[in-house]
């Protein structure tokens, strides 16, 4: 069976700083790029960074450059993103899903996310002002 679950979330300050998660089972982890999304209330889901499958590229939003910090470790099955300097703009749920053909060396292919292959359940991040 496959899995993606995130976790990490939590209400934090602004300014403050969270390390989410995403634990993988039931697929050949290191052949698949990662994810991470989010979504407001009323808002559309936004690609909010990708790793590639060995972890040499990685791409990021507008939003997050220079805040948040994607990684993994294919040993542990493991994809997180730690996210500083947090403004009630990055309130959100935050997901991750996996796909083969998700983001590489060439670009950020579909940074929507449209037709991953696998999706986790997500994980509420809140930040106060």
């Known amino acids: 069976e496959v899995q993606l679950q995130a976790s990490g979330g939590g209400l934090v300050q602004a300014g403050g700083s969270l390390r989410l998660s995403c634990a993988a089972s039931g697929f050949t982890f290191d052949d698949y790029d990662i994810g991470w999304f989010r979504q407001a209330p009323g808002k559309e889901r936004e690609g909010v960074s990708c790793i590639s499958s060995g972890g040499g590229s990685t791409y990021y939003t507008d939003s997050v450059k220079g805040r948040f910090t994607i990684s993994r470790d294919n040993a542990k099955n493991t994809v997180f993103l730690q996210m500083n300097s947090l403004s009630p703009e990055d309130a959100a749920v935050y997901y991750c899903?996996?796909?083969?053909?998700?983001?590489?060396?060439?670009?950020?292919?579909?940074?929507?996310?449209?037709?991953?292959?696998?999706w986790g359940k997500g994980t509420q991040v809140t930040v106060s002002s």
């Open positions: 899903a996996a796909d083969p053909h998700y983001c590489s060396a060439y670009g950020w292919i579909n940074p929507q996310g449209y037709d991953m292959s696998y």
